[in-house]
């Protein structure tokens, strides 16, 4: 079946640091990737996404290459902040999803930078 | 602003009363979903509509009902509520039930169940 794997959280980082937070993905056919993030007391706002093998999306500094050769979606910053402090979700939309619905989450990761 | 409503934001409920929790969107989407949030759970889908006039299971239905009242609103119904059903619950919708397009989120309604 289809899955989501991500790395487990928490994540604790100082301001300006590199990020990455893995994930991995099983799915049938071509799915799309998504990375969506939730600020503390919100919803889960789309990040950026990648429709193909060897696109990448990228937006606020974020970027995550689709890899379909190791199955991967790894989300990378170069220099984090106190604002990218949130949780992190990795998702995959697939074509016949079945009860678990088209769009499928990994479990999330906690990020939180300290000044 | 466009975008998805919830309400409400937060509720306290008794075990076995029953309540509805209210979802709509102004985005002309055609797809509505229902999520609950458990930590360590990630996100799982309870139901969907895929169109106006359909519903389906999702991965956790049991204890819940909806109706996807017209394409803009689309209520999640506790008949009896229980303690398990202390969640954190998200509604979503999106143009197309697949495709890759995303989904776009309301807020949350945190309820809890004692």
């Known amino acids: 079946g289809n899955s989501v794997t991500q790395m487990e959280g928490p994540v604790t980082l100082s301001e300006e640091a590199f990020l990455t937070i893995n994930c991995t993905y099983t799915?049938?056919?071509?799915?799309?990737l998504f990375w969506y993030v939730q600020y503390p007391g919100e919803g889960l706002q789309l990040l950026l996404k990648?429709?193909?093998?060897?696109d990448k999306g990228s937006n606020k500094g974020f970027e995550a290459t689709y890899r379909k050769e190791t199955t991967s979606f790894h989300l990378e910053k170069g220099s984090v902040q106190v604002s990218d402090s949130a949780v992190y979700f990795c998702?995959?939309?697939?074509?016949?999803?079945?009860?678990?619905?088209?769009?499928?989450f990994g479990k999330g990761t906690k990020l939180s930078v300290k000044p | 602003n466009a975008g998805v409503t919830q309400t409400p934001k937060f509720q306290v409920l008794k075990t076995g009363q029953s309540m509805t929790l209210q979802c709509a969107q102004d985005?002309?989407?055609?797809?509505m979903y229902w999520y609950r949030q458990d930590p360590g759970m990630g996100l799982r889908l309870i139901y969907y509509?895929?169109?106006?006039?359909?519903?389906d299971k999702g991965e956790v239905p049991n204890g819940y009902n909806v109706s996807r009242l017209n394409k803009r609103e689309f209520s999640l119904r506790l008949e009896s509520a229980a303690p398990s059903q202390t969640s954190v619950y998200f509604c979503?919708?999106?143009?197309?039930?697949?495709?890759?397009?995303?989904?776009?989120f309301g807020s949350g309604t945190r309820l809890t169940v004692v």
């Open positions: 979503a919708s999106s143009e197309l039930l697949d495709r890759g397009v995303g989904y776009t």
């Open positions: 799915a049938t056919g071509y799915p799309s």
């Open positions: 990648a429709t193909k093998a060897d």
């Open positions: 998702a995959l939309s697939a074509i016949r999803g079945g009860s678990q619905g088209n769009l499928i």
């Open positions: 985005m002309n989407h055609n797809s």
């Open positions: 509509s895929a169109s106006e006039g359909t519903t």
